[in-house]
């Protein structure tokens, strides 16, 4: 398990008998699970510059990517806050479906889709409440 350093940066070993010194890593080599929330709130700006260059060269692969990496960003930013219910049915984010949680892993919700009963995993962020 990696230590914390008072700023929530991850620490890393230099030998055996140092103590833990403060990561090296940029924010690009860390995980979005290590990233502070600022961190965070950075890459989800790149990744929708990114985005629009993507959609305005009609780049359409690039852009199912990039969106799909702001989405889990922005799950790792509101995991601490959002209630998502099992059971519940929640309309999909820039999708014309609904998917029925079944069960949460970390900030990826599994569900069925309503359009085809597929079984399908998708960040947080995606969801929303339908009345």
Do not use: C
């Amino acid at each position: 398990m990696t230590s914390l350093n008072e700023e929530n940066q991850p620490m890393q070993p230099s030998s055996e008998n140092q103590p833990m010194q403060p990561s090296s890593e940029s924010p690009a080599d860390l995980r979005y699970s290590d990233m502070t929330e600022t961190q965070l709130q950075h890459e989800m700006d790149k990744l929708r510059e990114q985005g629009q260059r993507a959609y305005d060269q009609q780049n359409w692969s690039e852009y199912n990517v990039l969106m799909t990496k702001w989405y889990l960003a922005k799950s790792y930013l509101i995991f601490p806050t959002v209630q998502v219910e099992i059971g519940k049915m929640y309309d999909l984010t820039e999708e014309y479906d609904r998917l029925t949680v079944t069960k949460l892993e970390g900030v990826m919700a599994w569900g069925i889709r309503e359009s085809d009963a597929s079984e399908t995993a998708v960040p947080i962020a995606m969801l929303k409440l339908t009345e």
